[in-house]
């Protein structure tokens, strides 16, 4: 006979607002089984954990179930203290009485009864819950941190001066990413590059990190502390070690008509390239698509002047696998491009640009040196009309979430344009002006108060070319919806922040979860914002959700001390949550008839066979074995089984038919 | 052993559904739903599973044995599975048990396939307010009680 005790909590009024605990507790006292029901006001606290650990041993409980939050909140918390207790932390189960009844369901009957459902089904579960243990793993005390900007710098620094092992892998040919794209950065205006570069070298130089540049993760095998990765390294046609960089190939490259990547466009680089003079490694990239010789077999230029025979036009690429124990994401972001805006004219004339062409001509090391140019004509422009919002929060754009750097960037735009052209003009266009964060609003006001800056409140409608200027037509709306039209010479679109790229296919490699605008999804939008649901998966930047560079290097540092932590402890211990095969004595030996479906089903190699032998060595039936360092615990042989003869541990058949009667 | 408490206020017919969800996404988006504190019917009763794959289609019918009007399975989007690969498994063992299902007599109507995210409270919400609709539509399911009362189970 099973001695059960039940607890209900009723987490201030999150539950007892809606559901009457009291009666929970009273109906769970009569099920068949339980010999301790109480309720209590927050059974997390303290005093709480207290109450379930008193009756544990006073009342000699075999099992506990506690009503309360999800168990994906408190689960740890509630094992931790029946262990304490004395009794085997896997023979406590919690019941979801919060997120799925008091918060999603009006106060009512119906609402207590479900909850005293959900208690009886887990009463049925907790009943049938075998003493389970941890099993203990080595940890593989390297990071892979994904992603070689700002975030992913940070990450891979901070842990590396934990003392562990860091790899570091960046798609593009150089880190940096799109900081080191940018001119200034608000709200201070020191110039970006600047206060990145050194933490660029500083990467290159540190003896705990590995650098892969150019390179992308082919794949992800294993589970926290033992993953396996696959790195791509893309040939660079490069022979990396021979080459010193002394740029040579990239002066004397004759295809030299390719849009730069790092200027936007807005310049020419050649088919070998090293993607910006601080790029780290400083080394160069043959660009095979556009490559002479790779079209059509001739040239070969930069190899007869490679002082260092460095270069390798039969380079092919290479797969590194390495063993890492966590996985620091900071793939980034992209923004909206050109084929959303055909109301302003994006893509169609030249003098309409995106926010990062606006960087790279603002930047001192961009292609007009720092002066502001419009594309078209090179002409410094005496108007420019800054769009705010361009895409962010509009529906019909699928972007309804507000992409939250705009508004300081645009600030900082204006404030650099009326820098550089005195007497120019500059307009802004903008929803709302949001500049929460420290020093922001008053930078804000810096471009309205002292650089004159004009800030219209109002959409824009259309923009069209008219005698070599723009026509930009809005409303401003502080001026009671009064149409406006305003002739300029250069408008710039503060585009949306979206997701990076491949960020979908990259979700499915590494097994997290990602929202519908496809950021990667935190475990816990408050409480665990740098950790993912997979274990040993953590996120730093933009890749979860818009960001700005301080906000990038916090999450990145926070990520980058849940790596350290993890790191920190001798082994890990992992729940017991595995398969395992039936085990008898003679005459039967085992319900397994060897038929290895399992086997096939298993998505980690986890089963094999092995046969049961006599004391004299002769085989008597081949079985299904279950390896429980490599199995998830997904329980996919399980129902696989046609002779219910493999069961899952924690969620074994008996237990979950038995939480289906208990509907 | 068990008694319902399905309380019937008014008389009206309350249908009572299991749902069968993984533990990675359409758990997780059920617990976001209550973080976003958007309301959905009390029918649903949710059996927590590491995955879809481990769902023996046995647990549906031994859920319509014991009185539901109706069942919810519901896992990871494809390709986006915990375990690679355990929602294709469940796809597949549903393509097949559909048909026995209807074979046997049952409103396959009844049996919900969904897709919900970890992201996707509002989507959780929405599945289970369509689908509680649809079984109060279809009315109880007594065919087993039916069978119970003659005696067979």
Known sequence: MSRIGVFVCHCGENIGGTVDCAKVAQAAGQLRGVVHSVDYKYMCSDPGQSILKDAIREKKLDGVVVAACSPRMHEPTFRRAAEEAGLNAFQCEMANVREHCSWVHEKGEATTAKAIDLVRIQVEKVKRDAPLHPIKVPISKTALVLGGGIAGIQAALDIANTGHEVILVEKAPSIGGHMSQLSETFPTLDCSQCILTPRMVEVARHPKITLYTYSELEKLDGFIGNFKATIRRKARKIDEKACNGCGVCTQKCPQKKIPDEFNEGLSMRRAIYVPFPQAVPNKPVIDTANCTYFKTGKCKACEKLCANGAIRFDQEDELIVREVGAVVVATGYKTMKVDRFPEYGYGQYPDVIDGMKFERLASASGPTAGAIQRPSDGKAPQTVVFIACAGSRDEQKHVAYCSKICCMYTAKHAMLYKHKVHGGKAYVFYMDVRAAGKSYDEFVRRAVEDDGVKYVRGRVSRVYQDGGQLVVKGVDTLLGGEPLEIRADLVVLATAVQAQEGSEELAQKLHVSYDKYRFFAEAHPKLRPVETNTAGIFLAGACQAPRDIPESVAQASGAAVKVAALFSQPELTREPIVAVVDRQPPPVFSNCVGCLLCKSACPYQAIDQETIKARNGDPIKTVARVNPGLCQGCGTCVATCRTKAIDLQGFSNEQIFAEVMAI | ?153
């Open chain 2, 1 to 153: 052993m068990t008694a319902t408490t399905e309380p019937q206020p008014s008389g009206a017919f309350e249908p009572k559904i299991a749902a069968f969800v993984c533990n990675w996404c359409t758990y997780a988006g059920a617990d976001l739903t209550g973080t976003s504190r958007i309301k959905y019917p009390s029918n649903v009763r949710v059996v927590r599973l590491p995955c879809t794959g481990r769902i023996d289609f046995m647990l549906l019918l031994k859920a319509f044995a014991r009185g539901s009007d109706g069942v919810i399975v519901s896992g990871c989007h494809p390709n986006d599975c915990h375990y690679t690969s355990g929602n294709y498994h469940a796809r597949r063992r549903w393509m097949v048990f559909r048909d026995l299902l209807d074979f046997t007599g049952i409103d396959t109507r009844r049996v919900t396939f969904a897709w919900v995210s970890a992201a996707e409270g509002a989507k959780w919400a929405e599945l289970v307010a369509q689908v509680t609709e649809q079984v109060r539509e279809l009315g109880p399911h007594t065919d087993y009680q039916a069978l119970a009362a003659a005696g067979v189970e």
